[in-house]
RNA sequence: GGGCCCGUAGCUCAGUGGUUAGAGCAGGGGACUCAUAAUCCCUUGGUCGUGUGUUCGAAUCACACCGGGCCUACCA
């Protein structure tokens, strides 16, 4: 067999973002990229998987904040968890590292360096909202006004919902801070640009000619932003941010999209230290220009925009090595809608694997993975079939139904006449690596699955329970058929092993030892012994399923969402902080003062029928010293008589026509002044004077339940 | 509004110019009993979204339309 020159490849995935916990969406890229690593190591070629945590960034800090602990801490407790879910999935780093490291942060320096030498760095001012209450400037998702087109309220900083219309937040009508509630004020802040304009004929160039990027993505591209002149890059954020100082401007931090891809970098620094060699043996280019090795980045379709553009360009003007290839995939789906938590489908790492095999996701992921950017749907019935008809009724059923009668015997001595199936299979070897190469696992997963079915055919025809019934003379032939089931079974387990390293290893236990090499798949085994059969995997259950979507409804309802601002509902890849978000500086005594309740369930909740309403009346109650007395409609002509405690902070004339949130259900009580049907949902807590009536959004109407 | 992708058997999809369009699953019938209600054989089922065109020949190419999805809407 010719044996291809060695390649060296360094393979990523997107950074996950320390803000939260591995899901199945994020796996759709973590698995297709240990599946495509595992590949090119067993073909024999040198892959390292590099990744690390996304760790800096406002939602970061945001959520240290109202956790009550540092930064450091947050992002230590969630690597902890990313890593536990990443290695029990079987995804196998070759270093797994962290954008707040001191690596990272030297790095970010020299590609600094190289764009400030090239004149690509730009200092302007840059006219923003502020916030003079929180001390920070708004983002423009954090001011809300009344649209200067149309007049609707409630309104984005950026564009209205109503209209359609888009503008500056300077322009809205009435603004206020989401974060404060305080009036925003116009101010000039300094800001740092990257002028990629002076790299556009390159970047135009490498995005359609190079290879690297999907003709699909090229021209998406072309059309968005190459066409005309590429604006500014915004790199710095000022203080308070959580991230790396810009070392020649204090007081200035690189926006976590700056750090986050030098993270691929510096993950490669840290195991050079480790394993040996050179970061420039990866990442730096020969005399000619090329680069000295491949450079892979696996990335959901979301973050394109700043792996083709923005990083080849940071790249390129530090004179390093551009990526090879960047693979592109879509998001994830459950039961063909987006993840939902109410629907018990937003389903985390962790929650999968107290219930399922990792296994089993490990193989319907690469069913249905072709290389595509469209979006991977995991249908939960669908699920359950694949892995149970393919993997257990077809693949392991192949050693699971023949392998015992060659415990005592071994295999044959010499390879029995099969009628050219292993041949079969083996010539399908390249046909199926080159589906591999291609990121098409769904045509490798086809292929291996029709040589399963013709091995099973095989069996059937040989009917070999028969000859072990047949006695003495028919041992010889049994052994043979055996032999030839076990070396088919051995066969599809080589070209599984990237998807499936535990079927790997324990189709090594049973014979041959460790699958080490693609080629095994091309040479028969014969005359080895054959250990005693182990089961390989167990058939996915419904109850099992059943009980995977209830521990995520629970699951999801016992984690805390507060003051995780950031969610990645059904994002496959992170890395993409909110732009240019800032906070305030949030004080921790409300929640200090009041810590939170005991657990509840779901079940718990739902018993609690909050609904939008109206007050259609107000009215003072004289004698009473906190009490007013208000007329709630909950839609049609239903209303309510509710007392709220509310004096003197709320005029009765002010609240009249306003929405509000009421318990709806909560038994009647009668009160000095009368009976009372309902509750007015408020905040109040330490540290502020005052309750606070709780709105819902523009568009909400009386009787909608808040769930 | 613009861009892109998709629409093939009940479901998931393969097939991208050439003999009567395929697979898996599901359905029906049978076989087998070694195997985790696994396996094997046979079988039902499709005017390949619609229309027009190019061609000796179209699921496959072009155009239009219908339906679904994603992205984008002067933001990165």
Not at 530 to 554: D, K, M, N, T, W
Request: proline share 6%; glycine share 8%; hydrophobic share 45%.
């Amino acid at each position: 067999m010719p044996t291809a020159p060695q390649r060296r490849l360094l393979v990523t995935s997107a950074l996950p973002y320390a803000n939260g916990h591995i899901h199945l969406g994020h796996l759709v890229e973590y698995l297709q990229t240990d599946i495509f690593v595992r590949f090119q190591r067993l073909r024999g070629h040198q892959a390292i998987y590099l990744c690390a945590d996304d760790t800096h960034g406002t939602a970061i800090m945001l959520r240290a904040r109202a956790e009550g602990r540092s930064e450091q801490e947050l992002i230590a407790a969630m690597r902890e968890a990313h890593l536990a879910d990443f290695t029990d999935f079987q995804i196998a780093f070759d270093h797994y590292g962290s954008t707040d490291s001191p690596a990272n942060r030297r790095l970010c320096g020299e590609l600094w360096q190289a764009l400030r030498e090239r004149e690509l760095v730009v200092t302007r001012e840059v006219q923003q909202l502020y916030d003079p209450e929180a001390g920070v400037f708004l983002a423009d998702r954090f001011v809300k006004g009344t649209c200067p087109k149309c007049g609707g309220g409630d309104q984005y900083g950026d564009a209205c919902e109503q209209c359609g219309a888009t503008y500056a937040p300077t322009e809205l009508v009435d603004p206020v801070s989401t974060l404060s509630g305080a009036r925003p004020e116009v101010r000039s802040a300094e800001h740092l640009f990257v002028t990629i304009e002076a790299l556009h004929e390159f970047l135009a160039q490498w995005t359609q000619d190079s290879g690297a990027v999907d003709p699909r993505i090229a021209n998406y591209l072309n059309g968005h932003f190459l066409s005309e002149p590429l604006r500014d890059w915004d790199i710095s954020r000022p203080a308070p941010y959580f991230g790396f100082e810009i070392p020649d401007a204090p007081g200035q931090y690189w926006y976590v999209w700056f750090d986050a891809p030098v993270g691929y970098m510096a993950a490669t620094e840290e195991w050079c230290q480790q394993q040996g060699g050179r970061l420039e043996d990866w990442w730096g280019r020969d005399d000619a220009g090329n680069p000295r090795a491949e450079i892979h980045h696996f990335i959901g379709k979301d973050i394109v925009y700043f792996h083709t553009l923005f990083w080849p360009a940071m790249l390129e003007a530090a004179g390093l090595a551009l990526p090879t290839k960047v693979r592109v995939h879509g998001f994830l789906t459950v039961n063909g809608q987006k993840m939902s938590k109410s629907r018990g489908t937003f389903i985390l790492a962790r929650t999968y694997l107290e219930h399922l095999d990792p296994g089993m996701l490990r193989y319907y992921y690469a069913a249905k993975i072709s290389g595509g950017i469209d979006d991977l749907d995991l249908n939960l019935e669908e699920f359950t079939a694949k892995v149970n008809a393919d993997i257990v009724g077809k693949v392991a059923n192949l050693a699971s139904r023949t392998a015992r009668w060659l415990t005592a015997s071994g295999l044959s001595a010499v390879y029995p006449d099969d009628g050219g199936l292993f041949a079969k299979a083996a010539a399908d070897g390249e046909a199926i690596a080159a589906a591999y190469e291609a990121g098409d696992f769904a045509r490798a997963m086809r292929l291996v699955m029709q040589a399963a079915d013709r091995a099973n055919a095989y069996i059937d025809a040989e009917q070999p329970w028969k000859l072990a019934k047949a006695g003495p003379e028919a041992a010889g032939r049994l052994q043979d058929v055996a032999s030839v089931a076990v070396n088919l079974f051995r066969q599809l387990a080589v070209y599984l092993a990237p998807v499936l390293p535990r079927l790997a290893e324990q189709a090594g236990t049973l014979v041959g030892g460790p699958i080490r090499h693609w080629a095994e798949a091309t040479r028969p085994l014969a005359g080895i012994p054959v250990a005693g059969f182990q089961p390989l995997a167990r058939r996915v259950e419904q109850a099992q399923i059943e009980a995977l979507v209830a521990a995520s409804r629970s699951a999801v309802e016992a984690s805390p969402p507060a003051g995780s601002p950031v969610t990645h509902t059904s994002g496959a890849s992170t890395m993409d902080e909110t732009p240019a978000a800032f906070s305030s500086a949030d004080p921790a005594a409300p929640l200090e003062a009041e810590p939170l309740a005991e657990e509840c369930t779901i079940d718990d909740f739902g018993k609690v029928d909050l609904r939008v309403a109206r007050i259609v009346a107000a009215e003072e109650v004289p004698e009473a010293r906190k009490l007013l007395k208000l007329t709630v409609s909950l839609g049609g002509d239903v209303t309510r008589t509710v007392f709220a405690g509310i004096k003197g902070f709320h005029d009765p004339a002010a609240l009249v026509g306003r929405l509000v949130v009421v318990v709806a259900n909560l038994a009647p009580r009668k009160m000095k002044f009368g009976l009372s049907e309902g509750m007015v949902v408020a905040a109040s807590g330490a540290g502020a004077e005052g309750v606070f009536l709780l709105s819902p959004d523009t568009g909400a109407l009386p009787g909608m339940r808040l769930r």
